[in-house]
């Protein structure tokens, strides 16, 4: 079965329809592909947590494709409303509270009366949000604990032909997920590190992220061991063996000789490119069943902490 389309007119007004009885479709934006399923019905959000093999207490990020619509469903604070102004439609989602008449099934937050919320900035998906009408509830779309998808085939890889339709944009051009931020109070908190820097943030809009000592305060949810490749992952390293596969950084070079698969993540240095190819790399190397995966150190800055987030969990071996 082929259940790759491209996100054109025909194939958003099929998978409207889709949306609308309930089904489960694929979709790219802007960061990563997205699983999405109506975000008011227990019974579509449910099959998501179900396809993706996903714990139940780990909430969703509703998408939405205007201001108006955000604040039906949670309540407005001045930060909300600063950080919307600058980031929104961007990749920036922000934990608000529950409006009291909410239509978002609690499922999709895991019993919390909080909702992760944003507007994507990519106009097929906000076309889809348009003609369909429908909030849409959307994880990662990968199985959960796996390398996240930038790509119609990455979600193929994982999915096959569980899902209906994949709504194919090539490779999405952030290559890495939202920034996740609590702006529940005055003071913004990381959830997430993502696409934009709480550096960025901060020098722009002159706020304080509530931070203790750079420990980042976790979403519910998140699980340790993430991102995952199916081989074993070195981080860090400029040593990488023979059988090995060694993705490199700028101009690093490999300590000794090394005649194993090598791939670049920017060799101009730019970090916004690693973030781009990050996730596409790993996969692209996984899939030849390397020894080991070596990944060259990478500076920790902007959104450089977001691609050292991501490392560090997709290299944990400890499990959950
Ligand atoms: O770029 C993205 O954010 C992509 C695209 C599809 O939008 N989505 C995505 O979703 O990365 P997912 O499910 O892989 O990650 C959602 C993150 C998780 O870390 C989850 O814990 C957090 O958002 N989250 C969701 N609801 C939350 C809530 N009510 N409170 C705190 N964290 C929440
Ligand atoms: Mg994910």
Known sequence: ????????????????????????????????????????????????????????????????????????????????????????????TLILERKKACKISLLVSAGLNSIAIRIPNHKPFLNLLNSSKIPIAAPSANKSGKLSPTCANDVRDDFGDNIKMILDDGFTKGGLESTVIDARNDNPILLRPGLISSEEIEKNLKVKFLMDNNIIIESPGQLLRHYSPNSKLIINSTLPQDNDAFLTFKNIKPDKKFSGIQLNLSKKGNLEEVASNLFKMLRKVDKKNPNKIVVAPIPDKGVGRAINNRLQRASNQNGY
Do not use: Q
């Open 1 to 92: 079965m082929n259940n790759i389309f491209n996100f054109d007119k025909n194939s958003i007004k099929i998978a409207s329809e889709f949306l609308i009885s309930g089904d489960v479709i694929a979709f790219a934006t802007e960061t990563v592909y997205g699983l999405g399923a109506d975000a008011r019905s227990d019974k579509a959000v449910s099959k998501i947590f179900k396809l993706k093999n996903r714990p139940d207490f780990n909430p969703l990020i509703v998408h939405v494709n205007s201001l108006n619509e955000v604040f039906n469903y949670v309540y407005k604070t001045p930060l909300a409303i600063k950080l919307a102004e600058k980031y929104w439609p961007g990749p920036l």
